[in-house]
Nanobody
């Protein structure tokens, strides 16, 4: 079992940048055993895939809505995954969740493929 804690959310203006962090702890397994991802959920909308990264960090993927603006990365030595968000838009406003998959490697798109979730951090982008 792993505990995930997100940080870095806040209120910004359109065009600004934020970097979210997700620190993992509480498992006897090494952090590198988990594929990691970010999802977001806005009021009245379904939880949406944002980014994913494989165990080694060698593979990443993004939906078209954030491709070219967001970058996921990981530092396995620090048990941390990051989401760099540039050129933020009002439609990026949501609660952002960090998640870990023990069962699957590679980049994962479905929330059901992940095993552990953080508490979420609010990102609000004003126009």
């Amino acid at each position: 079992q792993v505990r995930l804690v997100e940080s870095g959310g806040g209120l910004v203006q359109a065009g600004d940048s934020l970097r979210l962090s997700c620190a993992a702890s509480g498992s006897t397994l090494t952090f590198s055993r988990y594929a990691m991802g970010w999802f977001r959920q806005a009021p009245g909308k379904e939880r949406e895939f944002v980014a994913a990264i494989s165990r080694s960090g060698g593979s990443t993927n993004y939906p078209d809505s954030v491709k070219g603006r967001f970058t996921i990365s990981r530092d396995n030595a620090r048990n941390t995954v990051y989401l760099q968000m540039n050129s933020l838009k009002p439609e990026d406003t949501a609660v952002y969740y960090c998640t870990a998959s023990l069962r699957f490697d590679g980049v994962r798109y479905a929330s059901s493929e992940y095993d552990y979730w953080g508490q979420g951090t609010q990102v609000t982008v004003s126009s």
